[in-house]
C-alpha cells in the first residue's frame, strides 16, 4: 500500500479519514474521537458555538484539530451565507460544510440551496463541504460551483441505518473526481468500513459514537473499522458477479476461430 | 370532582361582582366563543378540523395491551399507535415507554438540555379565565415594566448567564400593545442569543413586526382543545375566542417565526384528549410548514394566589410521565420543555427520558428578578405571580445538576439570521 496515504480537502492534508460530526457533542465526546478515532476534523454547529463564556465549545477543540463549521439552523442560501461568514468572523477558519434544511423533521438537505450557498461561499475563498442528498446531477452541479468535497446522506441523519443510499453513492464515488465523504446515518463501525471499500474518502458520524456505551472503544473500533476499509479498496477488492449470472456454458462458444 | 375556581375578592364593586357572578352562573351572559372579535385574522386552514375529527372520535377506554404491544414494536409510531400510547391500557407499560422515549431523545438530541428563563414584563390582563391568576377579577399587584425596568430586569438574567429569554405578558393589548412587546423584543437581543414570545394571540402582520424586532420563537397555549369546555373556563376577554387562539402557531410561521410551541394545560378537562390534540396540533402543523421547528410544552394547573386549592386533578406524575413518553415515541424530532410548577425531582428524571428544554432562574412575578437573584431588597414595586411554581433553582444549580445527571446543557441553539 502507499505509504502516503492521505486526504486532501481544498489544498490542506489530512491523514484521518474519520470526521467528527457536530450533532451531539460534550468534551468527553470530543476527546474520545480525537484519541480514540484520530479524528483531525471536527464540525462544530455555529448556532451552538456562538455563545457566551459560560460553556464555549471552542475551548474544547484540541490543538491541531481543523474545526468544520457547519451551517445547520439554515433554511435558505442566504442564511447559509450568513451563517459562513460568521463562522469565519469567530475565527473558526475557511472551511465550512454546507446543511440547509427546509425539513425540521428528518433533516433532509435542500439540494438546490445548497448549490446555491456551495457557490457564492466558494467564491469567497472558503473551502466548501456541502452536505446533499445524493444525486449524480446535483453532485456535478457541487463540483462546477466550486465545492472541496461531496458529502451524501447514507441514511436520514440520526438514524444510524448505514448505507441506506448506498447505490448512489457508489455512482457518485465512480463519476466524481472530488472526495465522497459518507455523512448521516453511519450507526455500525462495518457500515463505516462498508462504505470504505467502496471508496468513499472519509466518513462523518456523530450519533454512533455519541450514544456508545463506552465512548472511546467505540471511537477506536471505527478508526479501525475506517482503515480497513481503505485497506480493502487500495488494495483491490475481489471479483464479484453481482450483475447476472455466471453462464456455464460460454455463449460465445459457437465461435471457431 | 372539579376544582373550585370561583373566588370573590372582596374589594370588587357591587357591580362588577354582580357581572362576575353572572359570567359564572348564566351561559348566555357570554360572548359566543367560537365568533372571532372585529380585528381578528381569519386564515384559510384545515388544520383544526383535522385535529377536532381525531380528537373527537379517540376513545381512550377503547384500547387494550395489545394495542399498545403492537404500538411499540412498530419502527415509526402511527397516530393510531399514539392513541394506545396515550390510553389507560400503556399505564403498566410505563417503563418500556420510558426506554423507547429515552432511545428516540438520545438518537434526536444526544445527551442535550436546553436551559432557559421566563421574563414576565408586565401582569395585566383583560380576560376571565377562572384557573389562571392574572385574571382580570383577581386582586393581584398589577404591574408593567417601563423600558429602564425592563433593561434592567434584563441584564441581572443575562449576567447569569442565561443566553434564551422567553419574554411574557398578561393578555392585555390596551396595556402591552404589539409595540411595546416590540421594544422590549430590540432590548432582548442585546443581552441574548435567543428570544421567544410568550403572549396573547396576533395577527400575523402584528407576529412579522415582532419578528423583526428580534423574536423567534411564539408559544401559545390552547389551555384546552375541548372548545364546549374552553367555553366554560374563559368566560370573558379576547381569549374566549377559542379558534383564533387555535390558529395562533399557523400565523405566527406566515408572519416568518422560526418556530412555534403549542400546549394544553394539564387538568382542565379529559388530558389524554388534551394530549392528543396537542400533539396532532405539532403533528398536522409540521406537515404543512415542515422547515418549522415545533416544541410541546405539558404544563399542569397549580395554585394560584387567592386559590391554593386548584390542583392538576386527576393528571399525577405517572400520567404527566406517560404523556411525555407518548409525545417523545410520536414525535421524535419535537422540544418537549418541562417547566418550573414540576419539582425538581420529576424534571431531574424526565430530562433523562424525553425532555430537551427546562426553565431555571424562574419567577412569574414582575420586576422581582433581582430581589430574587441576588437576595438584594428591590426599591422599586414588583407585580404579583401568575402561579406558584415548585422548581425554584437558579441557573447556576441548575447548570451544575443537569451536568451531575450526565446532561450537556445548551445555553444557545438558534441563530439569528
Same mark, same amino acid.
Given at each position: 500500500m502507499n505509504q502516503k496515504d492521505t486526504l486532501i480537502l481544498g489544498g490542506h492534508e489530512f491523514h484521518s479519514r474519520f470526521i467528527l460530526g457536530s450533532g451531539k457533542y460534550s468534551l468527553e465526546l470530543i476527546q474520545a474521537a480525537v484519541e480514540g478515532a484520530g479524528a483531525e476534523i471536527i464540525t462544530l454547529a455555529v448556532r451552538r458555538a456562538n455563545t457566551k463564556e459560560t460553556e464555549n465549545i471552542l475551548d474544547y477543540i484540541p490543538q491541531g484539530v481543523t474545526l468544520l463549521p457547519n451551517t445547520s439552523g439554515a433554511r435558505t442560501a442566504e442564511e447559509a451565507v450568513r451563517i459562513a461568514r460568521l463562522a469565519r468572523e469567530l475565527g473558526c477558519g475557511n472551511f465550512v460544510k454546507i446543511e440547509i434544511m427546509r425539513d425540521s423533521k428528518y433533516l433532509l438537505p435542500d439540494n438546490q440551496e445548497t448549490i446555491r450557498a456551495t457557490e457564492i461561499l466558494a467564491k469567497e475563498g472558503f473551502v466548501v463541504l456541502p452536505y446533499m442528498y445524493p444525486d449524480l446531477n446535483v453532485a456535478r452541479d457541487l463540483e462546477n460551483a466550486g465545492a472541496a468535497a461531496i458529502m451524501p446522506l #447514507? #441514511?436520514?441523519? *440520526?438514524?444510524?441505518? *448505514?448505507?441506506?443510499?448506498k447505490e448512489f453513492i457508489q455512482i457518485l464515488i465512480d463519476e466524481m473526481d472530488l472526495p465522497i465523504i459518507v455523512d448521516a446515518g453511519i450507526g455500525r463501525p462495518s457500515q463505516a468500513c462498508e462504505a470504505m471499500e467502496m471508496g468513499a474518502a472519509a466518513i462523518m458520524a456523530n450519533t454512533a459514537l455519541a450514544t456508545a456505551g463506552d465512548l472511546l472503544t467505540m471511537a477506536r473500533a471505527f478508526k479501525q473499522a475506517i482503515e480497513a476499509g481503505r485497506g480493502a479498496y487500495l488494495a483491490g477488492l475481489g471479483r464479484v458477479l453481482t450483475r447476472g449470472a455466471s453462464a456455464s456454458d460460454p455463449l460465445t462458444g459457437f465461435l471457431r476461430d | 370532582m372539579d376544582n373550585q375556581y370561583f373566588i370573590d375578592d372582596q374589594t370588587l364593586s357591587p357591580a362588577a361582582l354582580e357581572k362576575k357572578h353572572r359570567l359564572e352562573t348564566d351561559p348566555?351572559?357570554?360572548?359566543?366563543?367560537?365568533e372571532y372579535l372585529p380585528g381578528m385574522e381569519q386564515i384559510e386552514s384545515d388544520v383544526c378540523e383535522r385535529v377536532m375529527a381525531q380528537m373527537k372520535a379517540y376513545?381512550?377506554?377503547? %384500547?387494550?395491551a395489545q394495542d399498545v404491544r403492537r404500538a411499540l414494536q412498530h419502527e415509526t409510531c402511527t397516530v393510531e399507535d399514539f392513541k394506545a400510547l396515550l390510553s389507560p391500557a400503556a399505564e403498566p407499560f410505563l417503563e418500556q415507554m420510558a426506554r423507547r422515549a429515552q432511545r428516540e431523545t438520545s438518537r434526536h438530541f444526544g445527551n442535550t438540555v436546553y436551559l432557559f428563563t421566563p421574563l414576565y414584563i408586565a401582569n395585566y390582563c383583560?380576560? %376571565? /379565565?377562572? %384557573? /389562571?391568576?392574572?385574571? /382580570?377579577y383577581n386582586h393581584i399587584r398589577r404591574m408593567k415594566l417601563n423600558r429602564e425596568q425592563i433593561e434592567h430586569e434584563m441584564q441581572v438574567i443575562a449576567e447569569s448567564g442565561m443566553e434564551e429569554i422567553l419574554i411574557l405578558t398578561g393578555e392585555s393589548r390596551s396595556m402591552s400593545d404589539i409595540e411595546y412587546i416590540g421594544e422590549a423584543c430590540k432590548l432582548a437581543r442585546q443581552y441574548f442569543r435567543m428570544v421567544g414570545l410568550e403572549i396573547y394571540p396576533v395577527n400575523t402582520e402584528e407576529y412579522r413586526y415582532l419578528h423583526e424586532c428580534g423574536a423567534d420563537y411564539v408559544t401559545v397555549f390552547q389551555e384546552t382543545y375541548d372548545a364546549d369546555r374552553y367555553e366554560q373556563l374563559h368566560l370573558m376577554g379576547h381569549k374566549r375566542v377559542w379558534p383564533y387562539r387555535f390558529d395562533a402557531q399557523e400565523r405566527a410561521l406566515r408572519g416568518g417565526m422560526r418556530g412555534v410551541a403549542f400546549s394544553a394545560l394539564l387538568g382542565l378537562a379529559d388530558f389524554r384528549k388534551d394530549a392528543l390534540a396537542s400533539a396532532l396540533h405539532v403533528y398536522y402543523l409540521q406537515r404543512k410548514y415542515p422547515a418549522a421547528e415545533m416544541s410541546l410544552s405539558c404544563p399542569r394547573l397549580r395554585p394560584i394566589i387567592n386559590n391554593d386549592k386548584i390542583n392538576p386533578q386527576d393528571v399525577h406524575e405517572t400520567q404527566l410521565c406517560q404523556i411525555l413518553c407518548a409525545y417523545r415515541i410520536f414525535l421524535p424530532f419535537v422540544g418537549i420543555t418541562v417547566s418550573s410548577r414540576e419539582s425538581a425531582q420529576f424534571r431531574d428524571g424526565i430530562v433523562k427520558i424525553a425532555a430537551t428544554k427546562v426553565s431555571a432562574g424562574v419567577s412569574t412575578g414582575i420586576g422581582d428578578h433581582e430581589s430574587k437573584y441576588t437576595g438584594k431588597e428591590t426599591e422599586g414595586e414588583q407585580g404579583d405571580e401568575q402561579f406558584e411554581i415548585n422548581d425554584a433553582r437558579s441557573f447556576k444549580t441548575m447548570y451544575r445538576d443537569m451536568s451531575r445527571e450526565g446532561l450537556q446543557p445548551v445555553l444557545n441553539d438558534y441563530l439569528y439570521v
Open positions: #447514507a #441514511a436520514p441523519i *440520526g438514524s444510524n441505518k *448505514g448505507l441506506a443510499t | 348566555s351572559s357570554r360572548k359566543n366563543h367560537m376513545d381512550p377506554a377503547a %384500547y387494550t383583560e380576560n %376571565y /379565565c377562572v %384557573y /389562571c391568576g392574572f385574571n /382580570c
